[in-house]
Every structure is written in C-alpha cells, then in structure tokens.
C-alpha cells in the first residue's frame, strides 16, 4: 500500500502486466498502420509514460508531438476542458493517434476529437491505457484500450491524484475501505 496526500492506494496493475499488454497493442497498431506514416499525438500531462513505451513498441516509423490539456482537480473531473498548449503541427491529410492515459468521463476525448478534426486530418484513431466504461457519458469509439477498469480512482504510470503520483512506474487504485 501506498499513501499520497490523504489518500491510501493499494497495487493495481504492475509492470509485468502493463508491459504484456502495450507490446499487445503495439503490435497491433504497427499491423494497422502498416506502410502508412501516423502522427502520434500524446496527451499531456497523464499519457507521458504510456506514450514512451508504447511509441516503442510501435514499428512503423511515425512522428510524435503532444497536446496538453487539463480538466481534473484533485480526483474527479471538472467537466471543463481547457487547453493549454496546443498543435503546432500541420496535421492536415494526416493518419491521427491519439494516445491517452484514460478515458473517464469522455468529455476530454470528445473536446480533443471536436480540436483535431478541424485541422483535417485524413483519419483519427482513439489508443488509451485505461477505460471507465461505467463512467463514461460521452459517446465515443475507442480503438484501443489497455484495460477496461471499475470506477474507482487511480494513479501510477503518468496517471496522478493532486499532481502527485505520476512518476510511480506501476497503477494503484484508490482503497475504499
Ligand atoms: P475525462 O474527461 O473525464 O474522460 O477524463 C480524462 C482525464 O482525467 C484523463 O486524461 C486523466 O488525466 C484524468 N483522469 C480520469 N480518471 C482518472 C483517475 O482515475 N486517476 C487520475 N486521473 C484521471
Ligand atoms: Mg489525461
């Protein structure tokens, strides 16, 4: 068990487990999006380290660049979305990878979407770590999901509670007890 802030975290996913399943999915994306040039877009800050392996796993050579938005504070969602920095990048034509941490509410992924659709890319493909799908009240098609997770707060693996948590290589989720 784990203690940040007020809050206790027991382990969830470990490493292992986590490795295992982005070598999936890497594999999986070099076979779709083979011969083609993909931009990869992360999402910053929470997609940082799924991003890193998972780009790696991946053997189609492609760019990668970041958006970084934000919307929670402290452990729920706010339901706004602001961005912070956006795409430099010229994706216009361009086959798109958005690469998230975890899909929750939607209202992020569906800001992001309605953000990079008018600058035209030629397609859009959704890749995320973890999906709430009990939290979910937006409707959007996902590509990729790592795990599909209940609907209690994690951290761990660029996922964080407060700003704190990020850096821990593994998943913990919230001890309710
Ligand atoms: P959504 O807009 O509600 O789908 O939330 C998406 C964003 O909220 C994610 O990109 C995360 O940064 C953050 N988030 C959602 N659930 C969790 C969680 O359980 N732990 C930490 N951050 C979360
Ligand atoms: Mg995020």
Do not use: C, W
């Not at 070598?23 to 931009?39: A, L, T, V, Y």
């Not at 999402?43 to 790696?56: P, T």
């Not at 979305?81 to 795409?87: D, E, P, T, Y």
């Not at 996902?142 to 948590?165: A, R, T, W």
């Amino acid at each position: 068990m784990i203690e940040i802030k007020d809050k206790k975290f027991i382990p969830f996913i470990d490493s292992s487990q986590l490795d295992e399943r982005i070598r999936e999915m890497g594999k999986e994306i070099s076979e779709n999006f083979n011969g083609k040039e993909p931009i990869i877009i992360g999402v910053l800050n929470g997609a940082f380290m799924f991003l890193s392996d998972l780009s790696k796993a991946i053997s189609v050579s492609a760019e990668v660049s970041f958006i970084k938005i934000s919307s929670y504070q402290g452990e729920s969602s706010t339901g706004k979305v602001k961005q912070l920095f956006g795409l430099e990048k010229d994706i216009e034509g361009r086959e798109v990878i958005i690469v998230e941490d975890i899909v929750d509410t939607g209202l992020s992924m569906s800001y992001l979407l309605e953000t990079i659709s008018e600058k035209k890319p030629k397609n859009i493909t959704i890749v995320t770590l973890l999906h709430k799908p009990e939290a979910l009240i937006k409707d959007i098609k996902i590509d990729y999901i790592g795990f599909s997770i209940p609907n209690k707060f994690v951290v761990g693996y660029g996922l964080d509670y407060d700003g704190l948590g990020r850096n821990l290589a593994e998943i913990y989720q919230l001890k309710t007890d």
